[in-house]
Each structure stands twice: as C-alpha cells, then as structure tokens.
C-alpha cells in the first residue's frame, strides 16, 4: 500500500480509526490477536549442537581423520593428537564466526522502539511496542525512535533522521501534506516515518500503517534471512586441493607398495613404508597452516584499522573485483560542512572538513581576514545566533602511550552543527553571542514554515532584531531589502535574479543551502504572530554546506583501479548530490554512468547484468536495490565487496562475497552481518585490507607449493628406488620426521612472509582459478622430481660405495632430503627466483630453518635417538656430497629463470 499519496480521510476509512479518540482497547487486543505483534521474526534457529557437528563435514576434515586413524595404529600417538587437536581448533573456530554471524536479526530487533505513545480510548498512554496495531493513533518527540511504520497526520517541525535505513546524513523534514508520484524512494516519503529511525527535532502524530514484518525495516529483516552466504574462493580451492591430494598420494603410495612386494620386500615393511608416504603425501598441516596464516592476516589487519569477523573474508577481500561502496560515512564523513558561503556578489570558500572548528576562508583564492569582510562576518553571527545546535570538544585517548586528542562533536541538527562550526572557524562561539545578544523569543523551525526565526535584544544599546534561517526562496519571497556592498539595499529585479542564480551555482556543486536574513524591529513590536516577525527582512546570504568526501579516499580508490578494482558508489542520497560527490572522488569516468532507483526499481536482474559493468554510481536506492546490484555483478562473474553502514546495507552486506562495515558510524545490524569492520570507517582501510588478502593468498601458494613439493619428492624416492630394484632408501619412521620438521615451522614461516612489490600493480585472480594456476603445477612437479632424483642419487652413490652400510645410505638419503627442501623452501618466496628477493629479509623463516636443522641433526648425532631413527652421524665426505646434491635443484631453477630473461 502507498499511504503517502492518501488523503488523511482516507488513510482514517482504510486503517478503520477513529483519529479524535484512537482505537478502543478491545478492537486493539483484537488486531493484535488477528495480525501478531509488532515484531520482526528471527528466523529458523539451527541447534548449537548441529551447527558445531557441520563444522565437520569437510572433505579436507574426513581426510584428516582418517590420517589421525592411520597414525594411530602406527603408534604415531603425537602426530595423531596434533591432528585431532588441528581439527577441533578448525572446527570451533567456524562454529563461533557462524554463530556470532546469526546475531544480526537480533540486533535489528533493537532497533525497535522499546514503548510507544499511543492514543486508546481516547486517553494518551504508553504501551510497549510489540503491542501496537494498525491503526493505533501515535504521538512521537524529540529524542523518541520510532517503533512502527507511521503515516504523519500532524507535523511541529517534525525532522526523522534516517541515515540507517536510506544513507541520507540529513535528517528528513516530515509533513501531512499528500505527496504524488509513483514509487517514491523511502527518503522522498516526507509523511512517512518508519520503524527503527529517530526524531531528532519537533514532534508530530501519526496513524500506524505497518508492523512487525510488514514494516521497511521488515523487508530488510527478511532479506538478511533470505540473503545467502556466499562459499569463498579459498574455501573452494582446498576443497578441490584436499581431493586431488588424496587420489594422486594413494595412487602412487599403492604404485610403491605393490612394486616393493613384487620386487621381494618384506610385505609388512612395505605397508608401514607406504602408510608413512601416505600421511606424509596428504599434508595434514595445511588447514591448519591457512587458518594460522588467515589468523596471522587478521592480527596485521587490526593494526591497520579492520577487524575481521570471519578468517577466509582476508583472501576473499584479496581477489575481490568489484567494491560497492556506500556514500555517507564510508566515502563522506557522515559531517556536514560548510564550504561555500554567498553575500552582495561575493562566494566565499572555507577550507576544513567535519566537526573541527579550524579553518580559513578565502575570497578569489586569497587567504582573507573575516572580520575585515563586514558581510560575511554578520552572515557567520546571524548564522550562529539563530541556531540551538551545539560543538561539543571531548578528549579521548588513543595508542600505546595513553596520548589525548581533541574529538569534535554536534550536539543537536547536523544542519545547524555545521553553521555553528563555520561561525567558530571565525572565531564566532554562541556562548560569547548570548552574552551580547538576550534571546527573548523563539519560532521553532516548521516544515510548512521551511524556517526558523529568533528575536533577540543587543545588551549595549537595547536594538531588538529577528534573525531567520531558512529554505532560501521562501526567504527571498519574505524579503524587501539585501545587504549588498556592505550597506542594506532595495531588493530590486537584478539583485534577486543574482540571488537566484548564486542558489543554482551552490545547487549545481551539490551543495544543500541555508538563508540567512534579519531585521530591526521596535522594542514593543508584538511577537505573537510568525507572518509578521517574518516579514520585511533583509536577506543578508547564503551558507551552502555537504557532507564532505573523506580527504584520503580519492587515492584509495585510484589505488585501486590500478589493481584492476572498480569502485561503485551506492547511496540513497540524491542524483546531483551523487553526482558532484563520485566526481571528486574520481570514481565516475567520462564514459560512466549513473543510475536513479526508479530505473532500477523497473529492472529484473537479468536486465540489470546487460548494463551492470557500465554503471558507477548508483543514486536513490532502496535495500532491495542494493541486493540486486550485488547479484547481478555476482552473475557476471565478480567478488563482490559491499561496504556500509547502515540497517539498509545489511542484506547487501550479507549477500556480498565479502560484506565491510563500518566501526565508528556502523550499526550493529551491519556489523553482525559483514565479515570485516573497519574500525576507523576509513574506505582507504580497504585498500590496506585488499593488499594483505592478496599477500595472504600469495603466502597461501608458496606454502602449497613448498609442501607438496617435498611430498612429491618423497613419493618419488621410494618410487624410483622399488623401480630400481633398490633396498628402501627411507624407514617410516624417517619419513615421518621429514613430514613433521619440514613441513611444520618453515612452511608456517612461510606464511608470515611479507607482500612483494607488484602485489597492487596486479589484476584481481579470476574467481574460479584453481589453486596450482600460473604454473604452480608444474613447478610443484618440476622441483618435486629433482628433489627426488638427487635424494636417489645421494642414496646410490653412497650405498655404491659401501654396500653393507644400508644405514648410512639411508643417512645420506634423509639427510639429502631435507637438505633439498630446506633450500627450496627460499625458491618459493617468489614467482621468480631465489634471487628475486633477500631470503634474509623474512626473519621467521630463517629462524625456522635453522630450528629444523637442529632437529634433523638431533636425530643423527644425539645417540638415544640414533637407533629410533635408524640414523648414524655422518662425515664431511658425506655432507659435501649431501649438501652439492641438495643445491642442485634451487641452482638449475635460478639458472632457467636468468636463461629466460636474456
């Protein structure tokens, strides 16, 4: 139903209410009987139990639990703790982030008001809200958050903020006047107010027309259940890992096996042999090493102003193609500022954004001294004086040493906040005004009105004046004489045809303007009547105000078309506004385009997706519009990343691969639905943030590549030696250690690895590209064969030697082996060379390194341990051949990339 094109009769006949004495208390319990409370519905709820038992489901996790098993009857009983403890940490850490994701619908619950003013039976009485019906006749002041969808009967100067639910930063003037139009937007609905938003000034009444789920804030509460979790990229990618892993290690582990029993061997020594291989292919570490790696990813982030609510949103964030971004207080300051001001044919421009009251004022691009403009000095006074809004200064303690800094605020209108603050930039404080001027009287500002007026008497000589501010052509109409070359003027033709046109050039910079105008008046002028204070006035200017892009955004967002990611700007704010907004920004191309949400109402998603990639600026938009740009950049293949702040970005939020809210200005229902919060509501966090997931996913690869590597390298000396006819060159219990100190702390290293230089010169990886993309494949093989062959060829040049020294061959074997991967592991730092990069610039990794080379010569020098492993010490022979032969893989790749070059 569109109650705001209804004749308030109407709306009394279609809601059966009675607007003199409300409904009666029985056909209330009636309606609340028939219709329900006015609550928004939670939803299923999934039992916590069932929830921790999903966390389990996972390929990757049954794989791991069948490795647990293995290693068990192997006696492995370390390894096998490790495993299950890896699985557990896994586990509930997925059921804490999805339980604490379902928490959104509750936080939109507070949103509702807890009690309402309600007309029953004639008496004025306070009811909770659940328990209000349509057409409940309802009171709403200052201060009060509406608990219903209302449509207003009578308006006091009634202004609704609504930044939660439209992204408008100004709050609304609300009217009973009957508006037209087809499918207004919610922000253009001036005789609506809706549920979840707050009365900032005056008061009104009102008829409920929706509750509960009926409500906007309904809609938005079914979205956010309806609204899909997206799988992300990472997720994927180890699901499709953990098969492949699984099928090509049982493959050649059984090759292994069956080839050493055929060949002779001790079929028992040959299972263990291969049920080692096995849990050394299947690289149990890895889910544990990506959640270590996200968490390290993650605890980097908070030092760079965002807190992430759910590990894989790190990697996501790191491919995402496409960030939907909202406008206020995500690419604005959510502030209102004063940057132009306009009097006699002069504009004058103010330098400073937000609530801090320092700033310079500049005429023609020259620095000027306010009090030697007369004018604009008055302007600035009149516009301070005729003004309720305070500038509240609080000290708040940041960083490490508790050091304090000066936090501004508004207490009061946005609107006269920012004509405060441009006033205190002149060194102008009300407090220091009402010491010279007494107020004695007050006229509220009226939306019929569209001003607000006050009578106020000089201390020093007794001159009485009204000061208004107000809609700039009701002003003009009110006025007889202009300020103009510093002396009150007759306002003839030419001077309001100037007037008009300095309105346009302030509208055309999507700049919202206030009036200012006074007049003199008798000491015993009567004060009763607002049509005759307000009459007669000299208009003195123009104050023209917006909510300010954030200084560093623009950077942020050339950044990251460099990286190959578009920015779109989505707001409910109008098209002019959106406009001038995205322009300074440098969002909008010259062949961009803009998109109202009338059009977008018109359009299916399908219809959407034809010209979706075209689009930068979305203007006017409701929550559903929002779900459907997202859905429909979804549909042509992007990672979509939508940032907001509001009750109205949360389905969007939700529905995105990857939702970011705001810390600061960000409702609760927006955090709980998002998967990253930027502390600082800064959209340049995003940058930071893309950079570390890309960086992220990188250390991701090179911890794959190194792993599995060395898996393969195993696999392939047990292979070629039963090929060969050899005795086994490795026991279970060796390939066990290898698995254990070479895989574990470099390859964790591995992931605290810093970003390389070309991370943000890249473009955003496609979507669906598999994991070992860009040659990791045949780089895992490539490196995984000569691992292998010059571990063989250790173990025969040795064995050669010395036929009847089986263990020393072995020796030689392990000791090669882990040699070879200890100095690949600096090969996969880069997609390059070795030499690409210092390998002394990760510390972690060094360190990691050495620690396992004290392991492995643990094994075969500390005596007790030499037996369990079947290890002996070796000889510098030995190590020269050991260490010549595990160099030879990381010199030959060095060698092919310097070839490649030249």
Known sequence: MKWYDREIKDVEKMTRSEFSSGLSQKEADKRLKQFGFNKLDEGESIPALFLFLSQFKDFMVIVLLVATLISGLLGEYIDAITIIVIVLLNGVLGFIQERKAEKSLAALKELSAPQMNVLRDGQWTKIPSSDVVVGDIVKIISGDRVGADVRIIQSKGLRVEES??????????????????????????????????????????????????????????????????????????????GKILIIVALILTALVVVIGVYQGQDAYTMFLAGVSLAVAAIPEGLPAIVTVALALGVQRMIKRKAIVRKLPAVETLGCASVICSDKTGTLTQNKMTVTKLWSGGKTWSVSGTGYVPKGDFFLNGKKLNVEMEKTLYQLLTFGALCNNAKVVTKEVKEGLLSKTKKEYTIDGDPTEGALAVSANKAGIDRESLVKEYEIIEEFPFESTRKMMSVVVERRRDGKRFVVTKGAPDVLLRRSEHILWDERRQSLTTDKETAVVSAIDNLASQALRTIAIAFKEIERNTPLHSEDVVESKLTFIGLEGMIDPPRPEVRNSIIECRQAGIKTIMITGDHLITARAIAEQLNILPSHGKIMDGNTLAKMSVKD?????EDI?????????????????????GHIVAMTGDGVNDAPAIKAANIGV???????????????????DDNFATIKAAIKEGRNIYDNIRKFIRYMLASNVGEILVMLFAMLLGMPLPLVAIQILWINLVTDGLPAMALGLDQAEGDVMKRKPRHPMESVFARGLAWKIVSRGFMIGTVTIIAFWLTLTANP??????????????????????????????????????????????????VLMLGVMYFPPLQPVFHTVGLGVREWLLVVGLASIPTIALAGFHIFKRK
């Open 804 to 853: 009847q020294e089986l263990i020393k061959a072995q020796t030689v074997a392990f000791a090669t082996l882990v040699m070879a991967q200890l100095i690949h592991v600096f090969d996969c730092r880069s997609e390059h060379s070795v030499f690409h990069r210092n390998p002394l610039q990760n510390i972690y990794l060094v360190l990691a390194v050495l620690s396992s080379l």
């Open 661 to 679: 809210a705001m810390g600061i200005t960000g409702t609760d229902v927006a955090k709980e639905a998002s998967s990253l919060v930027l502390s």
């Open 164 to 241: 939660a639910l439209t992204g408008e930063s100004v709050p609304v003037q609300k009217t009973e006047v009957v508006l037209s139009g087809e499918d207004l937007s919610i922000g253009d609905q001036e005789n609506m107010a809706f549920m979840g938003t707050m009365v900032t000034q005056g008061s009104g009444t009102g008829v409920i027309v929706a509750t509960g789920m009926k409500t906007e804030m309904g809609k938005i509460a079914h979205l956010l259940q309806s609204a899909e979790t997206m799988v992300t990229p990472l997720q994927r990618k180890l699901e499709q890992l």
């Open 616 to 636: 930068y600026v979305y203007a006017r938009v409701s929550p559903e519009h929002k779900l459907k740009i997202v859905k429909a950049l979804q549909a042509k």
């Open 608 to 612: 959407l997706e034809e010209v979706v």
